[in-house]
């Protein structure tokens, strides 16, 4: 019966595990390998050592790309988060209509990325140039996707738009865990408004706030759709993301070894980040 | 005290949120004006972007159809995220129920959950150009094989999920039909699977969403085959035609559609599935 019951578990357990193997481990280790090697995609390659990570360190289109990335991920995290939080504190007040603004607010995260990227695209070239020339203002009349200062907000702005809607989903979620006593409690201690806010609420949520931080910045560090849509890295490779920068010169640009390097290196980054996260987070619920 | 804090309606806070609704109606608003317009119609000046058109005529969309080869796409859509969704929910949650009964007294176990759930690190930058390679020489560059990557790709994540999950139903169940004379997997099948409902809710929204708009998997396994799914549609447009705005419009519109329609019906399955998914 013992026996029989851990065969059962045993046929579950291999074959699903033998195809997760077969399309997650195996890829992952073929990358490792061929980031050692000058290999195009395509015909012979040679073994070059640790000549692809030596480059990727002094190349200065793969440090911009990190850069960009990671000023994107910061930058975008911050908004978000900030904005998500007074919108979630705004929906889960006194309102009318209450699951009619939750619904519609969450819109943005159904919509494919992508064809959002193309909506926003033409809302940057055409409407606010316009805009900027009505208040006539120089940096705005021209479209912010050609300025190469600027270019990385607009992207900012996409990702924001579209993970606010999510973000704002999990605050509400947390603070319907927060009980009314709390806050009545608060009330005669004097608390209110910021002070309440600050004392009260956040330290109560703060597994949510890690939630969506840890969500934040995965999606961020990983962006690639809205670049394929808005700027295909440009303008002067300004808006290159380490996915689209691997996509395009690995998968199109033949540098299939060199960039198997640099996307080892972008795994260790996110696994580094990801464990970063995660013990600190750990620590702060355990201080509550 | 409490009837003061339930009763009142905080009006500033509903007219904010009704200003903040703007910034998502506006670009939705501006697509759909686009999309209805003739180029002809279409003057540098913001009023004339954003007018309405002066006819509301579908040929645009008509023409956006037959140019992105829609209903074709649509249907791969369709099927291959449906396909995904049902092969999640029964291997991944078999995966979670052998994990979930099993981690707290076997090692074995508890390193293949370990190993599959760290799959959820690896960026899929890293996998892309072996999974192409890879699927070119298995013959699985097509659909099967996007589906197939998909169930691989959402494993980490619902397992994780199924198995926590698993935690909350009492062992008590399964000993109780097994006294019966239940084979674990009749057991499984008649009386697990069922309970867990709610996490396949769970699962099919999130997985359904993540897969019906994915864009990198389709393009790097399906790229050359003629074959696209709708977000694919609207790359190889833009590639193509992206000058003609008027038909971009109608093409993202009608990308847009098939999604909000499901939004629209089961938005609070989809609230509550995103957020049992997120804070699990």
Redesign the interface.
């Known amino acids: 019966m013992k026996s029989n019951k851990k065969r059962t578990y045993l046929l579950i357990t291999i074959p699903i595990l033998a195809l997760f193997v077969c399309f997650n481990t195996i890829p992952l280790i073929r990358g490792i390998v061929y980031s050692f090697t000058n290999f195009k995609g395509f015909g012979t390659y040679d073994w070059v050592g640790f000549r692809n990570y030596m480059d990727l360190f002094t190349d200065s289109r793969i440090g911009g790309s990190y850069l960009f990335t990671f000023k994107l991920a910061i930058v975008a995290t911050i908004l978000t988060n900030v904005i998500s939080l007074i919108l979630a504190l705004g929906l889960n007040s006194k309102i009318r209509a209450k699951s009619f603004f939750r619904a519609a607010y969450f819109l943005p995260n159904v919509l494919g990325a992508l064809v959002v990227g193309y909506i926003f695209q033409y809302l940057f070239t055409y409407i606010l140039p316009a805009l900027g020339e009505m208040v006539g203002s120089p940096t705005l009349s021209q479209s912010l996707l050609s300025n190469e200062n600027l270019a990385w907000f607009a992207i900012v702005i996409v990702c924001c738009w579209q993970n606010i809607a999510m973000n704002t989903i999990i605050y509400i979620s947390g603070l319907q865990t927060v009980p009314e006593d709390v806050y009545e409690a608060g009330d005669l201690d004097g608390a209110t408004g910021w002070k309440r806010f600050r004392h009260l609420t956040f330290p109560l949520i703060i597994p949510f706030f890690t939630i969506n931080m840890v969500l934040c910045v995965k999606n961020f560090l990983m962006v690639f759709d809205q670049i394929m849509a808005m700027t295909q890295g440009g303008p002067a490779q300004s808006t290159e993301s380490i996915s689209f920068l691997i996509y395009n010169n690995g998968m199109k640009g033949g540098a299939f070894g060199y960039q198997s390097a640099n996307a080892v290196i972008f795994f260790i980054v996110i696994v580094a980040i990801s464990a970063a996260q995660m013990s600190i987070s750990s620590r702060k619920e355990e201080q509550l | 005290?409490?009837a003061r804090?339930?009763?009142?309606?905080?009006w500033p806070?509903?007219i904010?949120?009704i200003l903040?609704?703007s910034?998502?109606i506006f670009?939705?608003y501006?697509?759909i004006v686009?999309a209805f317009k003739q180029p002809s119609e279409m003057t540098?000046?913001?009023s004339g972007?954003?007018s309405l058109p002066s006819s509301w005529s579908l040929s645009n969309f008509a023409e956006a159809m037959e140019v992105t080869d829609f209903w074709h796409s649509l249907g791969n859509s369709i099927m291959i995220t449906v396909v995904t969704v049902v092969l999640s929910i029964l291997?991944h949650s078999?995966?979670g129920?052998?994990?979930g009964?099993?981690r707290a007294h076997s090692k074995f176990?508890k390193f293949?959950y370990l190993?599959?759930v760290s799959?959820m690190?690896?960026?899929?930058?890293?996998?892309?150009?072996?999974?192409?390679?890879?699927t070119a020489e298995l013959g699985l560059a097509n659909w099967a094989g996007v589906i197939?990557?998909y169930?691989?790709?959402y494993?980490p994540m619902n397992v994780l999920l199924y198995s926590g999950y698993l935690v909350n139903i009492p062992i008590a169940l399964e000993e109780a039909a097994?006294v019966d004379g239940a084979?674990?997997?009749g057991t499984y099948w008649k009386i697990i699977f069922p309970i867990m409902k709610p996490m396949h809710a769970t699962v099919a929204i999130i997985t359904a969403?993540a897969v019906?708009?994915d864009?990198?998997t389709p393009l790097?396994i399906m790229a050359g085959t003629g074959q696209n799914t709708?977000?694919l549609a609207?790359?190889n447009f833009?590639t193509q035609f992206g000058t003609n705005?008027n038909l971009?419009?109608a093409s993202?519109l009608l990308?847009?559609i098939p999604?909000?329609i499901?939004?629209v019906i089961c938005?609070k399955q989809?609230?509550n599935g995103?957020?049992n998914g997120?804070?699990k």
Not at chain 2, 5 to 10: A, D, F, H, V
């Open positions: 005290m409490k804090i339930g009763q009142k309606t905080n806070v509903v904010l949120l903040g609704l910034t998502i670009p939705l501006m697509a686009i540098n000046s913001i972007i954003l291997i078999l995966m129920y052998a994990i009964r099993n176990y293949v190993f599959i799959g690190f690896v960026p899929f930058a890293i996998l892309m150009m072996p999974l192409a390679k890879q197939i990557l169930v691989v790709f494993m097994e084979t674990t997997w969403l019906w708009n864009v990198m790097i709708l977000p609207q790359l833009q705005y971009a419009f993202y990308a847009l999604i909000l499901f939004y938005q989809i609230l995103v957020v997120a804070v």
